[in-house]
């Protein structure tokens, strides 16, 4: 009746030694660290940038714990915060000889001091929040009246565009504020220009005027199609500031909206600032321009590195190192690029770039390179005044219809990294940051310490009550709130949560909803002890009968945290997580591990005079 088969056993202890894995990577803290990530597209970081930097680190008499390649960065750990601050201007010394124009970001960071054979098990810490870690929080304003300017200026390109390839005569295109007007010398013109102009472009409203012997058209972008600018402006700048996070090693950014036109970003672990800010608020653009083929040739290369750039061009080194002359002028810029995806040539089988224009994009697109078969084009993206080729491949044919291909012996990575460099290199629209909060990690670590120390005494004060009360079950119910807490962190730990102070209470509230289903067995075997039950025969009556109580309650109190969940943004959501975890957990512990050590003190009796559940041993 009250028998667990040896497999059962097993399979507890298995549970219970795997959450214990899991839960050691938390016990080790975090160690100081460098981490070295490329600043530009042209230059990527491999395996053989570990023994550059373990040479580097040797010459400045610095011994790192480990130097790794991970992701798209190399990281060296360090043994204390002055190692860390030496190795980070070794490093960016010898990486950097032109601080003005760095080719690699040397950035400071934390990593684990757990030891290598957990990290081969991938048992990792959990993340920690801001208010835990310290870190450094943003909030920023986007200028949306500037995206809907952006919006008019393009539209105001594809309208010169469009009128010109219908052969529709207008006296000029101007903009007035986010307003596009158009004049026009006839009526009967400005007639066929509205029918082409409401067909083709249903997101503007267009109004009528007369100014003399002038007839204007006005168009404005519909309430609609504004919003919908607006929102696009704001997700690809929270899209941009996510890739952009990824080069400060941050492990657990919070990059989100706030109300219509603020972005709230917090970056635990953060040390410096400034660099942050840099990053953050740089801006970059995306232009397709072609290269100089009557000037690629020895001579001209090798006199445009020497400085001598023949007129209308401007220099640069593509991928590889090979010199490059590209024209000035302009033939598309990344506002008319929709999207960019990685994949692979449907011919070759090689990785690829496919592209996505707009219709004037598409247009544009195709008449240049209708006329330029056999030429190369260079995709250039410009940051800080200062372009990079992306890459710079040959057109084969006339390219139409807005999808365009891009190869040229990349791997699969690098055909990842230009999509997504193309994509969302550059803000959509312009953002400064409105507020700035730093929380130093002395800070961080003192609301560890507080959280830690009211779950601990807690723990104690539950643990006490229930042993003074209910005796040896009261022992097996504190157990079993142990493994509640080893389950709960290592399942926090296995899906890298991040950790804050509202999670900590969700923690404290989860023991307390755990030793709550213990008072219902243990009250339920007390009340079947009394109505004359056999020791043997309360046990299981207790378990059994409390089960529907306990899945009950906890379905009900599930519920509410799913709600917080999905609805909940933040610390709402940070505390729903552990709760809703804890829940689960406390229904395992509850039952299975508490009825697994009573099943051990009892089950192989046969005769059993008393249970100690209680102030008196029930007979």
Known sequence: MNRYPWWKYLILALALLIGLLYTLPNLYGEAPAVQISSAKATVKLDQTMVARIEKTLAVATL?????????????????????????????????????????YIVALNLLSRSPAWLSKLHALPMYLGLDLRGGVHFLMQVDMKASLTKKAEATAGDLRSLLRDKNIRHGGI????????????????????????????????????????????????????????????IKQNITTLHNRVNELGVAEPVIQQQGSDRVVVQLPGV???????????RTATLEIRMVDEENMNPTALNAAQQGQVPFGDEFYVERGGSPLLVKKQVVLTG??????????????????????????????????????????????????????????????????GGRVQITGRMSTVEANDTALLLRAGSLAAPMEIIEERTVGPSLGAENIKKGFDSTLYGFAALSLFIIVYYALFGLFSALALCSNVLMLIALLSLLQATLTLPGIAAIALTLGMAIDANVLINERIREELRN????????????????????????T?????????????????????????????????????SRALVNLAYGSRRKIDGLAIGNTSWK
């Open 335 to 400: 506002d008319r690029l929709t999207d960019a995806q990685p994949g692979f040539d449907s011919q070759t089988q090689e990785a690829a770039v496919h592209l996505t224009l707009d219709a004037m994009g598409a247009r544009i697109f195709k008449e240049v390179t209708r006329e330029s078969v056999g030429k190369r084009m260079a995709i250039l993206l410009i940051e800080k005044g200062k372009g990079e080729v992306v890459t710079a491949p040959v057109i084969r044919s006339e390219i139409g």
């Open 532 to 555: 004359g039950a056999t020791p043997q025969a309360a046990i299981h009556a207790g378990y059994e009968r409390a089960f529907g109580t306990i899945l009950d309650s906890n379905v």
């Open 557 to 593: 109190t599930m519920i509410a945290g799913l709600a917080l969940l999905i609805f909940g943004s933040g610390p709402v959501r940070g505390f729903a997580v552990v709760h809703c975890l804890g829940i689960l957990t406390s229904i395992f512990s509850s039952v299975v591990v």
């Open 174 to 233: 101007s903009r007035d504020g986010n307003l596009v007007v158009l004049r026009f010398r006839d009526r009967a013109v400005l007639a066929q220009a509205q029918t082409l102009l409401t067909d083709q472009l249903p997101d503007l409203q267009w109004v009528e005027s007369a100014d003399g012997a002038e007839f204007r058209l006005t168009g404005a972008l519909k309430p609609v199609a504004a919003r919908a600018a607006q929102d696009a402006a």
């Open 63 to 103: 011994t790192p714990d480990f130097v790794q390649f991970e992701g798209n960065s190399v990281k060296a750990r360090l043994r204390n915060t002055d190692e860390q601050i030496k190795a980070k201007d070794a490093i960016a010394k010898a990486l950097n000889p032109d601080p003005a124009d760095p080719s």
């Open 271 to 281: 040390q410096d600032t400034a660099k942050a800010k840099e990053i953050l608020g």
